[in-house]
């Protein structure tokens, strides 16, 4: 008997439903490092206040604004820190500031200067306002904020992945929850922009590894059968976080009380640390049979049953003939090398794996990309960032009933188009019918998610055993870089209009929808093993 077996045999009781739970709100937790700073970081928006014109409670839109600030003609909004030279008698002779008016000709439209003084359209502090990060100019710093926080996902990943590897998922899961929590906290008193930086990255190195130990731990700790439905719902519980955000935000609007808020209920998770198990299949790598039974013997006390003593005595055998086929697997790495040649001597694979690279590279940066961009829409933009990320729920759900009843390649194909067309159609609608874009954009989030969902299938099947998880590691690193690029598209709207970034992710998710045809079907297939069979992984 193997664990799998042992599992089927229990189904699924009250004590893997109550793991699973306290899972998914790790998971939700988790969702808040990586996107937390799309709120502290977020711009705002302001004009240069006209002390002539400005009286004790000024208004962001005043009647006068276009006759004293200069307006930028792609977002059609004032620039932040420019007004133009007041004349102190208008054209006519009257005094403008003697009755706190602004009158055609009393500043000189051929004349801009820079100001220190601003009006804000809302009541909220970010580190904009904090910092002093002001104007157009310094609006990059804004987006390195971003790229910083990638910077620290693509060193704590591997980092992680180590870590989990030699002391456990439950360690990872535990620790990296905590420590961010710290971090986290830590930063939101951060007396400068660089101190700020430097702990958004270690809040970022330490989270990075939290959803994937974390997500192992649930689809491990029950039977395959029950395993579809289970990364269905805990994954559902991830967006909840990042919605979780946006409704904090909305309702303090200061970010360092919104990340106190957000990060130190990671602490509780210290409360749970003796009822969580660890990962039952690492527990049997490390030849730690005895934890391994205690764990099944909970989980078929909550199912009304018992564990036999032969299923010990099986685990026991099981493990030492893992042991074996590990020292053969060693012994076999030598042959990695030759692995690599055959693989690069392979056109169909080699082309699936730059084909591969290139649509990991689009989800990443679409699906983050939307997510960051939604705060710069017209409307709340929280409640932009709250339905952005609440649509990633239906569609989970969707993708599991769309893979179980279609073709992976169309699943994957038509998902990059839905995401392409909602995208561009975006750029087309008036910016009269707020509505209408917003929903186009929420559809194109719905489905660039669904297609995050079925590239991780869809990549682990199209490869083959033996170097499997080494070319899916290559391919997601690809999505990495898309991650890094996401926190550039606010500064690429700056610089090209407040669409550009979504007419960029429209026209690369239609090319990576057409690409996506190139792929093989690998629905209802038997896994390849060799480069040899993957080579002939083709729809019948």
């Not at 620039?79 to 006519?92: D, E, M, P, V």
């Not at 100001?115 to 100019?137: H, L, P």
């Amino acid at each position: 008997m193997d664990l799998d077996e042992i599992l089927s045999d229990f189904g699924l009781g009250t004590y893997q439903v109550t793991v699973c739970t306290l899972i998914g709100f790790i998971l939700m937790y988790s969702n808040i490092s990586p996107l937390s700073y799309a709120i502290s970081s977020s711009d705002l928006k302001y004009r240069c206040e006209i002390p002539q014109c400005d009286t004790d409670n000024p208004s962001y839109n005043a009647d006068w604004l276009n006759l004293a600030i200069p307006f930028n003609n792609k977002s059609n909004e004032p620039y932040k820190c420019l007004r133009y030279h007041y004349i102190s008698q208008a054209t006519n002779g009257t005094n403008t500031s003697a009755n706190s008016t602004c009158m055609r000709g009393a500043f000189n439209v051929n004349r801009k200067e820079k100001c220190n003084k601003w009006v804000y359209e809302e009541k909220e502090r970010t580190i904009v306002n904090d910092f002093g990060i002001m104007c157009e100019e310094n609006k990059w710093k804004l987006s390195m904020v971003g790229t910083v926080n990638s910077i620290g996902q693509f060193v704590g990943i591997p980092l992680s992945g180590y870590i989990s590897d030699k002391y456990g998922r439950k360690f990872i899961s535990i620790t990296g929850t905590v420590l961010s929590a710290i971090f986290g906290t830590i930063k939101s008193f951060a007396f400068d922009y660089y101190s700020f930086l430097i702990f958004e990255f270690l809040d970022s190195v330490a989270s990075s590894g939290v959803y994937a130990a974390t997500f192992v731990l649930a689809i491990e700790f029950v039977s395959p059968k029950s395993r579809v439905i289970v990364s269905t719902v805990v994954g559902c519980f991830y967006p909840m976080g990042a919605v979780i955000m946006g409704f904090t935000a909305y309702m303090i609007l200061d970010w360092r009380i919104i990340i106190r808020v957000l990060y130190l209920p990671g602490l509780l998770v210290l409360g749970v640390a003796w009822y969580l198990p660890e990962s039952l299949r690492w527990l049997q790598t490390e030849n730690r049979v005895e934890e391994v039974a205690k764990v099944l013997s909970k989980i078929a006390k909550s199912n009304g049953k018992t564990l036999p003593d032969c299923v010990k005595e099986a685990l026991i055998v099981n493990t030492k003939s893992k042991g074996n086929v590990t020292d053969t697997q060693n012994k076999n790495q030598m042959s990695c090398r030759k692995l690599m040649r055959e693989i690069f001597s392979s056109k169909d694979i080699l082309m699936r794996i730059m084909n591969c690279s290139f649509c990991w590279f689009t989800i990443t940066l679409v699906y983050y990309g939307l997510s960051l961009t939604s705060v710069e829409l017209s409307g709340n933009k929280y409640m932009n960032f709250m339905l952005v990320n609440i649509v990633e729920i239906p569609a989970s759900l969707t993708l599991w009933y769309v893979m179980e009843n279609f073709s992976r390649r169309k699943t994957q194909a038509f998902s990059f188009f839905f995401s392409g067309i909602g995208c561009i159609m975006v750029n087309l609608i008036s910016s009269n019918y707020t509505w209408m874009k917003l929903f186009l954009f929420l559809g194109s989030k719905y489905a660039i998610t669904m297609a995050f969902n079925a590239m991780y299938v869809y990549t682990a099947e199209m490869f083959p055993t033996e170097l499997r998880m080494t070319l899916f590691g290559i391919t997601s690193m690809f999505g990495r870089l898309g991650v890094m690029f996401a926190p550039q598209m606010t500064l690429l709207s700056a610089y090209f209009g407040q669409y550009a970034p979504i007419l960029l992710f429209g026209i690369l998710s239609l090319i990576a929808g057409a690409l996506s045809f190139f792929f093989p079907e690998t629905k209802d297939k038997k896994l390849p093993d060799t480069v040899k069979q993957a080579e002939f992984v083709v729809e019948l």
